[in-house]
């Protein structure tokens, strides 16, 4: 199995609904930074990667078909080489918007982990926001150069930005697969994270 789809957005971009509806068209399962939680053996591949292991793709995706969110948004510009063929997606907000659930949400969890290595300190905090994941214009600017990388690098024809609210058309069009028959997925809420998900997230990624 290799990626069919490669996801570039920044978490709190819809990456979320995102992995569900990716699963609901049948490019599951999804890799995202929850599989990562919930997993031992992913919790170790990802981590020593982020520690400077030299990357396996296959054995870091082994059994899926798909990534969107951290930590595979960190190694996009790699992945897109990697797998040629995949489609690739920028789920996409407003810089101001995304930075609003970010520091409510992932921001938080950084702030309250206690593992020095956890993915969110150690790759998204340190090695993506520079060591300054809470200062505003610093993270707003690490979220436009994203954006900017993206839309510079990947081909038109492989491309779809996928802002929030979009649905289901714009992305089966660009997957080339048929509209299902229910609502796009909406998932992972910035309340629904702080309910659940932060629990997890502190010392444990």
Same mark, same amino acid.
């Given at each position: 199995m290799s990626l069919k789809v490669i996801g570039t957005g920044f978490g709190r971009t819809g990456t979320d609904s995102m992995r569900e509806a990716l699963n609901i068209l049948g490019f599951g399962p999804c890799h995202h930074m929850l599989e990562v939680m919930g997993n031992e053996e992913q919790k170790k591949l990802w981590r020593a990667l982020a520690q400077g292991a030299a990357p396996d793709w296959s054995q870091l995706f082994a059994g899926y078909s798909s990534c969107v969110d951290w930590p595979s948004v960190h190694y996009w510009p790699q992945l897109?080489? &990697?797998? /040629?063929?995949?489609?690739? +997606? +920028?789920?996409? *907000?407003t810089p101001e918007s995304w930075w609003e659930s970010f520091q409510k949400t992932i921001l938080e969890g950084i702030n309250k982990s206690v593992d020095q290595a956890s993915l969110g300190i150690a790759l998204v #905090? *340190?090695? =993506?926001? $520079? $060591? !300054? @994941? $809470? %200062? !505003?214009?610093? =993270?707003? #600017?690490?979220?436009? =150069?994203?954006? *900017?990388?993206? *839309?510079?690098t990947v081909p038109p024809e492989r491309l779809l930005v996928h802002t929030l609210g979009d649905g289901w058309e714009p992305?089966? &069009?660009? +997957? $080339?697969? /048929?509209? @299902? %028959?229910? /609502?796009? /997925?909406s998932r992972n809420n910035a309340s629904e994270f702080r309910g659940s998900i932060l629990t997890k997230i502190t010392g444990t990624q």
């Open positions: 897109i080489k &990697a797998y /040629p063929s995949a489609k690739v +997606l +920028l789920t996409y *907000r #905090a *340190r090695q =993506a926001f $520079g $060591g !300054r @994941p $809470g %200062d !505003r214009a610093n =993270a707003i #600017a690490v979220y436009e =150069a994203n954006i *900017r990388a993206v *839309r510079a992305l089966c &069009a660009h +997957l $080339g697969v /048929p509209i @299902p %028959d229910q /609502p796009y /997925p």
